[in-house]
């Protein structure tokens, strides 16, 4: 099996893990939306902000070592899960030293027991066997979709039973910890491997580790720099509603295209050396990312008002416009887990890390001379200020590479010419069944997705010669085969 075609297959893969992983979680939202209030919602986003950035200080980068090391032995693994342990249980003490004066700085005391309970990640996240990240190494992601669904149903069951039950945030929290707990005990079922204390591989996987940790700090912090302000710029009922919805602004990003750029380290590691495979590979992933997230972008700003009064109720919808702004977040984030995964492997992890360090002191400077303002003005602001940075790494990489700039964005204009040529005509033509609400949204969706689609197939048929056009027609080809014989033997 070709490399592509394994990639293909992971992501698939990953997607179902996803789709199941995010399904549950939808579901999950729907509930707890109308059990919980806003500022429930807020307690929690506040507590996983602060927990998760104490947790990417313990990242070492461990699992990007073994993915992208060439040979890999039982010395390299060991002596990743020793440091971990080591590094994880170090922060995570010190976090809990700097809680009561964490909660005393934002002004808000009682997010203190929240932080105690959910700094458990710490500890539970280095324990999880590394024998695992072998399978990543291969481009096997089957045995992670029985991890998936094990712990998302435990934790499903576990949220929804303590909501009903408490109908305060302590629900949410508990099922966090036991969505971490449960795919580390079971990593020890999937794989043979057991690990034992080690450093005999210390000095050089600290070498490959000190760029890591400042990247992922900095990275993190450029990522969640609006939530960071908005927990000290305004109420918890505010932190609640905007983590609410950028987590379903997000959703698409996280469930269905990181699936497809998760492989890709491994992917672009083995054709580093060739740089023409390399473009091809970059420009292909970027092609197949935004003709899957396009569509979506346009129908969430289109129609934010409709879907956050599906998803989350009457109490929600009076900020569903900050939906829509964050569509260039959801962009954004899609584009750049490609861009970060090439530079990683052309080994600029230093450049990522000034790169991040930039855009976030940018992106701080700007929010932080925004105070006073509005949510909507600051989520606007938040949003253009993601995606102009992602255009510049966009740029950057295709320098990089070496290839031609009109080649690549050329490529990258199809969805995006495609799906607002598309949105365009089926608004017009839904205006001639005056229809509002849910059912707008359907009909307008099943207009939109045959035009998009449509559009997109005539487009893709004008390009004969560029190889990543020819390698799409034949992914698709061969996925509508496998269709056609699977209903076939249905039948």
């Known amino acids: 099996m070709s490399l592509t075609n394994r990639s293909i297959q992971s992501s698939m893969w990953i997607l179902f893990m996803g789709l199941f992983q995010r399904g549950a979680g ?26 998760f950035l104490f947790d990417t200080l313990s990242e070492l980068g461990n699992k990007q070592y073994i993915i992208s090391k060439l040979d890999v032995n039982d010395d390299d693994l060991n002596t990743a899960w020793t440091l971990n342990i080591i590094f994880k249980l170090v922060i995570w003490v010190v976090f809990l030293l700097l809680i009561p004066y964490i909660s005393q700085y934002m002004e808000k005391p009682e997010i203190a027991p929240a932080l105690y309970l959910l700094s458990l990640l710490l500890p539970i996240q280095a324990m999880g066997n590394p024998g695992v990240w072998l399978y990543l190494r291969e481009l096997n992601y089957r045995p992670f979709v029985k991890v998936t669904m094990v712990s998302k149903t435990l934790g499903f069951i576990t949220v929804i039973s303590l909501a009903l039950l408490f109908e305060n945030y302590w629900a949410m929290l508990i099922g966090t910890l036991l969505g971490y707990l449960v795919p580390v005990i079971l990593s020890y079922y999937i794989h043979p491997f057991r690990p034992s204390l080690s ?43 905007y983590t609410m919805l950028k987590n379903i602004s997000a959703i698409p990003g996280q469930q269905i295209i990181a699936p497809l750029v998760e492989p890709l380290l491994a992917v672009f590691s083995k054709s580093k050396n060739d740089k023409v495979n390399l473009s091809y590979q970059f420009n292909l992933s970027m092609l197949v990312v935004l003709i899957m997230v396009m569509p979506i972008a346009v129908l969430l700003f289109n129609f934010h008002f409709q879907i956050i009064g599906i998803i989350l109720g009457s109490e929600w919808v009076q900020h569903s416009n900050l939906l829509a702004a964050m569509i260039f977040l959801l962009i954004s984030f899609s584009i750049s887990g490609i861009l970060t995964q090439i530079l990683i492997a052309l080994d600029k992890v230093k450049f990522i890390f000034y790169y991040d360090v930039i855009s976030f002191i940018a992106a701080a400077g700007i929010l932080i001379f925004l105070q006073g303002q509005s949510i909507e003005t600051f989520t606007w602001a938040r949003s253009l200020i993601a995606i102009f940075t992602s255009i510049f790494l966009l740029a ?29 005509l089926a608004k017009l033509i839904v205006t001639l069944f005056s229809a509002e609400g849910i059912v ?17 197939a005539i487009a893709l048929s004008t390009y004969k010669k560029p190889q990543e056009i020819i390698q799409l027609k034949i992914i698709l080809n061969d996925y509508l085969k496998n269709v056609q014989n699977k209903i076939k033997a249905f039948k």
Do not use: C
Request: proline content about 2%; cysteine-free.
């Open 199 to 241: 450093l005999n591989r210390a000095k050089v996987q600290s070498s490959y580790s000190q760029w890591i940790i400042f990247k992922g700090l900095v990275g993190y912090s450029r990522s969640q720099v609006d939530s960071m302000l908005i927990t000290k710029f305004f109420d918890l009922k505010i932190v609640g509603v």
């Open 440 to 456: 707008e949204l359907i009909i307008t969706g099943f207009i939109f997705g045959i035009l998009y689609l449509t559009i997109l």
């Open 26 to 51: 939808i579901i999950s939202m729907i509930i707890l939306a109308r059990l919980l209030t806003p500022t429930d919602f807020g307690i929690v986003a506040l507590a996983t902000i602060l927990v």
């Open 396 to 424: 950057f990489v295709i320098w990089q590479l070496k290839t031609s700039y009109i080649h690549s964005f050329s490529l990258i204009l199809l969805p995006v010419l495609s799906s607002l040529i598309a949105i365009y």
